[in-house]
């Protein structure tokens, strides 16, 4: 899996960024009967929080572009907590949080960033049900804030 992931990565220019440590009392993932719980995570570009609010002054593409970060972060946890991505045989849930004004109604194209993204890397193991939300204000001002549950298979 880990080696598709790799290639599917390349082919769409994305390469995974660094673990991203807690901004708060929580730990990131969490292992219980098969699933990994996946704390909510922010998207990062160049280092720093992407940050705004969709229907005042972000786009629905850059809103996507976020939820895209996030995901990428999602996978880099999952990588950090297993040591790599053998074990994943499929993505369950992504909860997408939305930093959006209350007449912004497109939360599900906006989420779609990080499903389309799951999907791309890992095929049907990729589809996944999903909540996507709109929410008034997200930690650090971030546009996008995705969480997860993965099944995985037993330690190899």
Not at 26 to 50: D, K
Not at 114 to 136: I, Q
Request: charged letters at 15%; one cysteine or more.
């Amino acid at each position: 899996m880990t080696d598709r992931i790799d290639r599917a990565l390349q082919e769409l220019g994305l390469t995974l960024p660094q673990a991203a440590a807690p901004v708060a009392a929580y730990v990131p993932v969490v292992e219980a009967g098969g699933l990994l719980h996946i704390s909510g995570q922010l998207p990062f570009r160049n280092g720093a929080v992407i940050t705004g609010r969709l229907g005042d002054g972000v786009s629905l593409e850059d809103g996507q572009d976020a939820a895209r970060a996030c995901a990428l972060m999602l996978i880099a946890q999952i990588k950090a907590h297993l040591g790599n991505l053998q074990r994943v045989t499929r993505i369950v849930k992504l909860g997408v949080f939305v930093n959006s004004t209350a007449d912004f109604t497109d939360q599900p194209k906006v989420a779609n960033g990080a499903s389309d993204l799951m999907v791309a890397l890992f095929g049907d193991a990729g589809k996944h049900a999903r909540a996507a939300v709109g929410v008034a204000a997200l930690p650090l001002g971030a546009a996008v804030e995705v969480d997860a549950i993965v099944e995985v298979g037993p330690a190899l």
